[in-house]
């Protein structure tokens, strides 16, 4: 339906004068931020620049729909709506552009994400949560194009729950009722994505609060519309989603962008149908503009026709508003100037103290290095030289904190021969300015405050004779029974999760016993589950998203590298969303179902914990740790051991396994293997099968890969045995490599190293079907036995002579 503009401003009895001249105002503010951001960076002052000009009135519509308590899920072009809600200041915004890591300068990112991405801080700085319903909250943003919107559908479905499950009704501090809107933005060319529709979708089967607003400026980049979206226009194409009087579905709005009545006729409308009725909306706002084209890295003029820009002129919202203000007597254009007139000398003044707050730290180290520098040269035989770097940093124009550093890291190699007298003031100072810049840049990639999953108390299994023997799943199950019914937050989800209680059974019977908001199925959408499960982590409760199959990782790969594993890091601790990710792969049969891409896993989910245990006791003790603190994470289940017989630990529920602690499951002297998941138990049958022709081995499970071993075990065991071999199933150069990697660098191995350390990995392939198929894919008991030997062989060829 498209929203008709109304005639007159007597006719919107709501919006008072003031209130209309305020939204010019705030428009207009936000206008000269744009057009100075972008001088900026072609001044030297900042690397990049991209605003939200041409955005700024339906931005401002939205702004006044949003309450207290709503979320948004955005993009890069929405400043405007920041302001309006007055949680982005002018000097915030160029404090972000210019990279000031001061987190009171941009609460949003610290300095650590360009110019464009917004946040609000959503948890004290001990780590507890704010008053969610009492704040306007925006979930951080991130660049890749449409990947807000997964995330935006699970801070909507949370608004569901928090409506639907009467188990949460007392947790006020996130939620009234679930009345809550997501209010998500995304622009056209964006709405091409796989991630776009898969959110649709999955939003109008769900029925969430959910606004979705198209910001339409005909173009991606250089590409125009035609090249983008079919019929050119993405609300005409997905008509069939509009809810109709039998059928449930979307409401869908198309509104211009320069039409401030019927702008804020059609937000106000989302937001009411939105709120009460639990009915996702699309707005579709198009003849938007690009008055400065996409970025400071090209000129639109490149791309656009004369009439193009000239239409984008005639065009702007900020024209048509003034026009509009004019023409209904609000105000006259010399009243409008004077706004605009102020708003441009606000602007200034707040780029120009965001500058000089960014600037002066920098120059104060500077002038500290520069004394430091001068002082070092006064006691050198390196006098000269040392003046003159000091006099050329000084003339430095515009400094960075690199150009600091990098001069004092040269000066301190110019030092290298002389003694401490001369160099060590200097090189105290760089060592402070050290762990100044890793806080600055490196800090918070994981959970700083007593939620870290590290510093959870470890709670031994209880397990004796009398335990009683059980099929795996059924640790499992009797787990997740238990904290169903002990924790309220939490709740699961996934493919075949509810009804069945997933394919290998370890929530049998549970969605009959907790409900369906507890233990629910899903479609097959592997990147919405993960961001249905980031939305309602970021509001709160204590999500477990299941991927059926850790091959099906890679659907939603995306959204847990460039969104959840990097949140807490690029809000500077600001927000957290503590999602468990629960899958299940290494050993079984076949390319698809028995995949083992650990190397991919960590280097791409670093800010996540990465969990392999070996059976399923151990998973549950891990997911109860993971449930005590506030780190995201994955947990990958050994596929084929849910029918493995384990005993049934007497304190369900209440056991922890300590996160980055390996356990030796079998002492040994002549050689260490260093192994996980399934592998666990080809190991110890090799291990048994050397330890009859006289070779005695040290069987280590790593059980967790991030963290790795933070308590040195691995390192004492081969300075015992002296020898080292790491084993498990991913390709070559996966996480051995990983394994060999953090023990060399971090556990000082070397000196102790009799042999040369090994490696044991899986073929470069994924396995072949059929038992065969894994015996000659995937490292078997008698590679592992014949790795051993081989090792001991070179070291005593007459004990154990050539095979």
Known sequence: MAVKSQSRASELPTLERKEILDDFRVAVLSRHASLMGRKEVFMGKAKFGIFGDGKELAQIAMAKAFKKGDFRAGYYRDQTFMMALGELTVQQYFAQLYAHTNVEA?????????????????????????????LNNSAADISPTAAQMPKLLGLAYASKLFRENKGLKNLTQFSVNGNEVAWGTIGNASTSEGMFFESINAAGVLQVPMVISVWDDGYGISVPQEYHTTKGSISEILMGFQRTESEKGFEILRVKGWDYEALLQAFAYAGNVARNEHVPVLIHVDEMTQPQGHSTSGSHERYKSAERLQWEKDWDCIAKFREYIISNGIANADQLDEIESEAKTEVK?????????????????????????????????????????????KKTINPIRKDVISTVRKVLLLLRAEPESVKGELKAWYESQSKNNFDRYSSHLYTETVFSSLKMKEVPAQIDEKSPMVDGREVLQAFFDYTLEHDSRFFAFGEDVGKIGDVNQAFAGLQAKHGEWRVTDTGIRECTIIG???????????????????????????????????LHYRTKGGQKAPLIVRTRGHRLEGVWHAGSPMGMILSSLRGMMVCVPRDMTQAAGMYNTLLKSDDPAIVIECLNGYRLKERLPHNMGEYTVALGKPEILQQGQDV??????????????????????????EVIDVQTLLPFDTYGIIGKSIQKTNRVIFA???????????MLQQVMDH?????????????????????????????????SADDVVEKVYQMMHESNPKKFPSL
């Open 728 to 738: 498990d199933e991913d390709v070559p150069g996966g996480a051995t490599a990983f």
């Open 672 to 697: 260490t293997i260093v192994t996980y998941g399934s592998m666990c138990r080809i190991v110890m049958e090799a291990a048994a099968e050397l330890a009859e022709i006289g070779i005695s081995v």
């Open 106 to 134: 941009d609460p949003a990112s610290a300095g650590r994400l360009m110019n464009g991405h917004f946040a609000t801080r959503t948890i004290h700085e001990d780590g507890t949560w704010k008053e969610l319903t009492s």
């Open 532 to 566: 249905q499960g980031i939305g309602a982590a970021l509001r709160g409760l204590r999500p477990m998203a299941e991927i059926q199959y850790l091959d099906y990782l890679l659907y939603g790969l995306q959204m847990l590298s460039d969104d959840l594993a990097s």
């Open 747 to 779: 556990q000082d191995i070397f000196r102790h190293l009799d042999s040369e350390p090994q490696t044991l990995a899986a073929k470069a392939h994924r396995p072949a079907y059929s038992s065969d198929g894994d015996y000659f894919s995937k490292p």
């Open 349 to 393: 003044r707040q780029k120009e103290a965001a500058w000089n707050d960014f600037s002066k730290e920098i120059k104060e180290e500077l002038e500290q290095a520069i004394q430091l520098i001068r002082s070092a040269a006064e006691k050198s035989n390196r006098k000269v030289v040392l003046l003159q770097i000091a006099d050329d940093l």
